[in-house]
């Protein structure tokens, strides 16, 4: 049994070695063939600095730790806009069908770009956002119409027994929902929410355009005063990676752990 998990690790570890090995030798020369001179001993200054007898964060962390923030509400506030927009597409009123069917194919029909300046320049002045709130609106915005489908295919996917059964115990329809509905559909479509919440930390990247500091725009910064483009947007292109892959196993633990909560039962 151990034989069998350690080969396949072993394995993998292997072909990730010589993927690594054989992306450094395809940089280093390109870089010998344009004169380029490597500076990564540089790097670790614009992430972490010693003063005054302990470590401080440099512009680097400072800029993930903005991205996080922003990312972090947004997701927040895309999974609560998705919900809502998604029982307003499956319930009993035109209105509210009508205004989350308009909401879903206006977002989902125009590019992000376009809606950050509109918010940015147009609403957010109006009713009195700040950077920092407009941004996280944005992407909530923009991700809760993509994640309104994903709720709504959790929720169609929902045999409407479990709805006549719970209505038979007297169940209110907020505890309904609370307790027996919602949980099967979180199960159901913790997958591609996950997508969802990878896409939103990759499209956070885009807010930089506000003049926000995030990672990008430090990133950038960075490139302007050092010109060290190669050594630094790697850093940037990394640090996202590591942050994306932390979110996709933490996830996939998430998952696992509610289907052996659901296979138990």
Known sequence: MITKIIKPALSALCQIVILLFAISWLL??????????????????????????????????????????????????????????????????????????????????????????????????????????????????????????????????????????????????????KDVILPQVIQRTLPPLTNEAVSLIKNSSIVSVMAIFDLTTEGRNIVSETAMPFEIWFSVAGIYLVLTLSLSALAAMLEHKLGAQWKSQ
């Not at 990312?71 to 998604?86: M, N």
């Not at 029909?109 to 376009?114: G, H, R, S």
């Not at 956002?129 to 709504?152: H, K, N, S």
């Open 28 to 177: 280093d020369s390109g870089a010998e063939a344009m004169g380029y001179q490597w500076q990564w001993h540089r790097v670790p200054d614009y992430l972490f600095f010693y003063e005054d007898g302990q470590w401080w964060p440099a512009e680097l962390i400072e800029g993930l730790i903005v991205t996080i923030k922003i990312s972090f509400y947004a997701l927040l506030a895309t999974l609560l806009i998705g919900l809502t927009t998604a029982l307003l597409r499956l319930s009993d009123s035109v209105v509210g069908r009508t205004i989350s069917r308009l909401y879903i194919e206006l977002i989902r029909n125009t590019p992000l770009l376009v809606q950050i300046y509109l918010l940015y320049f147009v609403f957010g002045p109006v009713i009195g956002l700040d950077r920092f709130a407009t941004a996280v609106l944005a992407l909530a915005l923009f991700q809760g119409a993509y994640t309104a489908e994903i709720f709504r295919a959790g929720l169609n996917s929902i045999p409407k027994g479990q709805f006549e059964a719970a209505h038979s115990l007297g169940l209110p329809l907020f505890y309904t929902y």
